[in-house]
């Protein structure tokens, strides 16, 4: 019989939320793993403050009415006819393009409030004090993001959008779940992996600076979040049995398949669009069209697109094999994925942003740029 957690290494060692006495026994404070230290170590190489207008001012202006926030490619209904020719009024259509950057930056946010949520409840359930100060360290960093994110959306828009049904019931289904196992493959690898290809997607696209340095400070943090992910799968997937890889295998592309339709599913969006006297079912059906397998794995090929670094990370850990082959490669090249090594979209961009908060921090003592892993 399969063990329920499936955990191959004692460093993913798990408690109930509610067993605190299994955290007073003696031997534990003398079994800490140091799989995790350079990640925790790092920690003070990309701090910043979002309540802190040396790192970013939310006071920075921009022109909402008179200019998009996103080229309008980066807005798919825009691409149907029907949502074209509707929205033909130059300042109408801005303000569509920067409301549905709001749906965006809105995901984002409840994104970052689940990643919070997450990271806090492992710290109740790991024994092993590296693992659980690790994830001490991340809770306090997606603090900062839901701060950061909800003062964006308060400058630009007054306030976010409701989370959509599809994120908030797979947001609610990992951080629900009692195996670390799921926590770790739903959060730190899938979303945290969409993340990072989301974050350097908008990086390269948004018009305005103000998102472009919130972007690229979030990324500082989700380089070393994704790492974590990325120890627990070296650790892990080798150890396991077929049944067990069957198990974690499954449960990834239920996430995938779970974000990749909160992301272009045109359902998803039926608000916005009665907001701007258009048929949801009209746009639904030319956004079907447009939307073909072919076009996706087309697009889905270019270097910065937001499933490339969620679909490298369980290529890369071993979690795809034959029997889930078919169902990725229907949206990236997975021959293609292999050949790039272990670099991913946006670690030059958090790179660069790591360097700009050196230059805060320690402007009197320089110091190397590494995103740091085992």
Known sequence: MTDKNITKDAMYDAVAPND??????????????????????????????????????????????????????FVVALQTEYVSNHLSDPKTRI???????????????????????????????????????YAANQTREEARHVTAFAKYIKARWGRPVECG?????????????PEVYKKIIGMQMLVEGLAMGAFASLFNAINDPLGKKLLQLVMTDEAFHHKFGK???????????????????????????????????????RDLYEAYGLDPEKVIAEFAQIMTDDARRENMKEQTNIFRVLVKTLL???????????????????????????????????????????????????????????
Request: with cysteine.
């Open 20 to 73: 605190f006495e299994s955290m007073l026994e003696l031997d534990r404070y003398n079994n800490r793993s140091t799989a995790f230290d350079k990640i925790i170590s790092a920690t003070h190489d990309h701090f910043w403050d979002p309540l802190d207008k040396a790192y970013i001012d939310f006071d920075e202006p921009f022109d909402m009415e008179n200019q998009a926030l996103v080229p309008e490619e």
């Open 95 to 133: 303000r569509f393009i920067n409301d549905s950057t709001l749906r965006i930056f809105s995901s984002i946010l409840h994104g970052e409030q689940g990643a919070l949520n997450l990271s806090a409840s492992l710290c109740h359930v790991l024994k092993d004090q590296g693992a659980q100060e």
């Open 165 to 177: 049904p599809t994120l908030k019931a797979l947001l609610v289904e990992i951080i629900d779940a």
């Open 231 to 269: 120890i627990w799968a070296d650790r892990t997937v080798p150890k396991l049995s077929a049944e067990e890889h069957a198990i974690i295998e499954d449960w990834a592309a239920h996430c995938f398949q779970a974000v990749l339709f909160n992301l272009v599913g045109p359902t998803q969006q």
């Open 316 to 374: 890369n850990a071993g979690i795809i094999t034959e029997r889930t082959k078919a169902f990725y490669g229907m949206y990236v090249d997975l021959e293609e994925l292999k050949a790039e090594g272990d670099r991913m979209v946006g670690d030059d961009i958090a790179e660069d942003g790591i360097r700009y908060l050196q230059a805060i921090n320690f402007k009197d003592n320089p110091r190397p740029v590494s995103l740091a892993a085992e």
